[in-house]
């Protein structure tokens, strides 16, 4: 069983950068998959942004998101980051960090299903004045 807390929400203007970092409590295994989603409105689904492989470093982004985000994770601190570069008014959502301890970039598919990621944090607001 493992907790995720994110940090580095905030306020933002348009052509800032941001970088969100998700703090993984308890244990993980090189199979773990670790990622990060966006939720724009609690009436709207959870959207995929990018994930990494915990063990090597492998990354998958979605589309939206290539280009101007970067995930990495640093092993010795249990930390994922998630830099947003030149944001825009569209990036405002509420960032979610997410665990899974199957390798789903194996089966990239898989990555865009929330219910995949059996483990969540409780969600960093990103807010992005035009």
């Known amino acids: 069983q493992i907790q995720l807390v994110e940090f580095g929400g905030g306020l933002a203007q348009t052509g800032d950068s941001l970088k969100l970092s998700c703090e993984v409590l308890?244990?993980?295994?090189?199979?773990?998959?670790m990622g990060w989603f966006r939720q724009e409105a609690p009436t709207k689904e959870r959207e995929f942004v990018a994930?990494?492989?915990?063990?090597?470093?492998?990354?998958a982004y979605a589309d939206s998101a290539k280009g101007r985000f970067a995930i990495s994770r640093d092993n010795a601190k249990n930390t994922v980051l998630l830099e947003i570069n030149n944001l825009k008014p569209e990036d405002t959502a509420v960032y979610y960090c997410?665990?899974?301890?199957?390798?789903?970039?194996?089966?990239?598919?898989?990555?865009?299903?929330?219910?995949?990621?059996?483990?969540w944090g409780k969600g960093t607001q990103v807010t992005v004045s035009s």
């Open positions: 997410a665990a899974t301890p199957f390798p789903l970039l194996d089966t990239p598919a898989l990555l865009y299903t929330p219910a995949r990621w059996p483990y």
């Open positions: 994930a990494v492989k915990w063990s090597d470093g492998r990354t």
């Open positions: 308890g244990r993980t295994f090189n199979t773990y998959t």
